[in-house]
């Protein structure tokens, strides 16, 4: 085979169905995801939970290892937040995913949500990648913020020579010279990449704008655009948050998406999950 992503490649298989939980990510159908950027407390995760669920998401996010640009910055609660984390998805029967970074959590944090995800700044932590690619865990792998869609689909094969094939590639915005926004959300990576590997894509509008008010239109383009779900951050105190709360929606703004994405996944076939 003349392609250098041998696995990832949809010469080498129709269609991956990766599931989190009960929800199965796939080609025909569109989930999504949402929650804090951060786990801040337990009650700041079961509110927001709870408001993620009632208002039809199937997912729930929350970092506990937080790899920010500042060492000075909210750096996530750690260990002690996975404990939260299990507990809030045990209480509100939600699936979770959460961010990897090192190694050596990989055992813990394996027994305490149903996903990872391994953020841009990781992207090319090869190993990493290999690791996880030892585990079944599904793995979220977002593209690297100055990465080329070939060098995702390579970092994914890394996952996928291990053994896992668990992966769902998240397109969440590349730094290019544009800075009205924090990052210029490349949509048309979403048809490219669904033309050319079998594994799932899904869109993060909310790292992919940083600002709130854009985050409702581009999740709409992500389903439209043919992705497979979206990923996004809902805080019930946004002025507050420890992290990102610029880009956060207000619950009442994520219950108008979701209904909003109800109506245009009818128009498209899709099936909200
Ligand atoms: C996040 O999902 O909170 C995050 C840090 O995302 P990214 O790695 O895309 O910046
Ligand atoms: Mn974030």
Redesign the pocket.
Known sequence: MSVKYKLVSKKSKKKTTVKIGEISIENGSFAIIAGP?AIESLKQAQEIAECVKKAGCSIFRG?VF??RTSPYLFQGLGIGGLDILKTVSNQVKIPTVT?IVEISDIALAMSKTDAF?V???NMQNFSLLKELGLTKMPIIL?RGMSARVEELFLAAEYILSKGNDKVILCE?GIRTFENCTRNTLDLSAVPYMKAKTHLPIIV?PS?GTGIRSLVIPMAKAALVCGADGIMV?VHCAPKTALS?GKQSLYPHQIQKLVKELGLLAKAINKKLI
């Open positions: 950027c970092g937080k790899p961010e995800q953020g841009s700044r977002k969440r993060d790292h951050e990102d």
